[in-house]
T-cell receptor, first 114, second 113 residues
Framework: GQNIDQPTEMTATEGAIVQINCTYQ??????LFWYQQHAGEAPTFLSY????GLEEKGRFSSFLSRSKGYSYLLLKELQMKDSASYLC???????????????FGRGTQLTVWP | EPEVTQTPSHQVTQMGQEVILRCVPI?????FYWYRQILGQKVEFLVS????????KSEIFDDQFSVERPDGSNFTLKIRSTKLEDSAMYFC???????????FGPGTRLTVT
């Protein structure tokens, strides 16, 4: 099966840097995604890692270590609008499916204070 | 920028009734998904769909659920006889061939009373 763990809540102040960790166990790893979800809204894509290392995209970066089953999302220069839930999701090769179903963690609720 | 759309935004129904949730995926996308999120819980995969057939379904997707692509643009999720525990936000997603990102629609909030 799949097991994805991330902290439930984090807080930080405007302008700061925050790192949200995610650990996973999966039988057929085929990529890790980070999504942002504001309350009552759809998840929006932030990043994708399939190989080890760091992917940088503006203020957001994501890191993956497949051997450790570990990823983090790094948010720099935090803004109030970054207050949201951040979802770690693992794509599994599934039962022969090539479509890649996503398994989501419970999300980390980030609150950014002024 | 193209986006996935879903209707209605909110559906209230009585237990035992049938509901159809509608989605219009991004036009050139080929892979379609339904997910649900019960309030306060994680997003859960329901089903994936490609080439007019189900590719994979989860244990949640039992005989009460069905999906259909009735024409070239719509993708629907039908729940035949709703239960209280079907109350959730239902998200449709689509993906283009060769790409990894799944684009999510805004969701339909289903309330079963």
């Amino acid at each position: 099966g799949q097991n994805i763990d991330q902290p439930t809540e984090m807080t930080a102040t405007e302008g700061a840097i925050v790192q949200i960790n995610c650990t996973y166990q999966t039988s057929g790893f085929n990529g890790l995604f980070w999504y942002q979800q504001h309350a009552g809204e759809a998840p929006t894509f932030l990043s994708y890692n399939v190989l080890d290392g760091l992917e940088e995209k503006g203020r957001f970066s994501s890191f993956l270590s497949r051997s450790k089953g570990y990823s983090y999302l790094l948010l720099k220069e935090l803004q109030m609008k970054d207050s949201a839930s951040y979802l770690c999701a693992v794509r599994d090769k599934g039962r022969g499916s090539t479509l890649g179903r996503l398994y989501f963690g419970r999300g980390t609720q980030l609150t950014v204070w002024p | 920028e193209p986006e996935v759309t879903q209707t209605p935004s909110h559906q209230v129904t009585q237990m035992g009734q049938e509901v159809i949730l509608r989605c219009v995926p991004i036009s050139n996308h080929l892979y379609f998904y339904w997910y649900r999120q019960i309030l306060g819980q994680k997003v859960e995969f329901l089903v994936s769909f490609y080439n007019n057939e189900i590719s994979e379904k989860s244990e949640i997707f039992d005989d009460q659920f069905s999906v259909e692509r009735p024409d070239g643009s719509n993708f629907t999720l039908k729940i035949r006889s709703t239960k209280l525990e079907d109350s959730a936000m239902y998200f449709c997603a689509s993906r283009d061939r060769g790409l990894y990102e799944q684009y999510f629609g805004p969701g339909t909030r289903l309330t079963v009373t």
